[in-house]
């Protein structure tokens, strides 16, 4: 179940995107779809969220947003090069103005030194902009983590976008 919090901020930060008349996407690995289920859970939400991509295997990211294999293999799926190619592929695929993308792990497994359970890295791509990333390791269990992904998906598309709105 989604956090009241969560849904709060996918209200506001759908409020905004609204505003500036702008349309979202998401690639999701890690979250499963929760980051376009918050924003989809308001209502009306469908006006300005055009695509959600739920890219679990790395099967998926090539194929439904154009992350290269070889990408994945020199990288691993949980890497900021593939995360913003997440984000740059949902634009492209959807025809969206901004997509943010997200590929972590949220464990309870599956984590090593040098990407431990938490490690998540996220990407917003906007149309005209350069691709921002960012990396986090959230602490807790995993629906911890899955929800600290979308609070911090919903901050970063804040941040990618203009401070002054289109006019």
Do not use: W
Request: glycine letters at 10%; charged letters at 15%; proline letters at 5%.
């Amino acid at each position: 179940m989604l956090q009241a919090e969560i849904l709060d901020d996918a209200e506001a930060l759908l409020a905004e995107l609204g505003a500036r008349g702008l349309t979202l996407a998401t690639a999701e690995s890690c979250t499963g779809g929760l980051i376009a289920a918050a924003l989809t859970a308001i209502p009306g939400s469908s006006a300005i969220v055009l695509a959600g991509y739920v890219t679990y295997s790395n099967e998926a990211k090539t194929r439904m947003v154009g992350v290269p294999a070889a990408m994945i293999e020199a990288f691993g799926a949980v890497s900021e090069p593939v995360a913003r190619r997440m984000a740059e592929g949902a634009l492209a695929e959807s025809a969206a103005e901004v997509a943010v993308s997200c590929t972590g792990v949220a464990g309870p497994g599956g984590g090593s030194a040098a990407k431990p359970v938490g490690l998540v890295h996220l990407a917003c791509a906007m149309r005209g902009h350069a691709t921002l990333a960012e990396h986090h390791v959230f602490p807790g269990d995993r629906t911890a983590i899955r929800a600290a992904t979308v609070s911090a998906a919903f901050q970063l598309i804040r941040r990618a976008l203009p401070t002054e709105p289109a006019a």
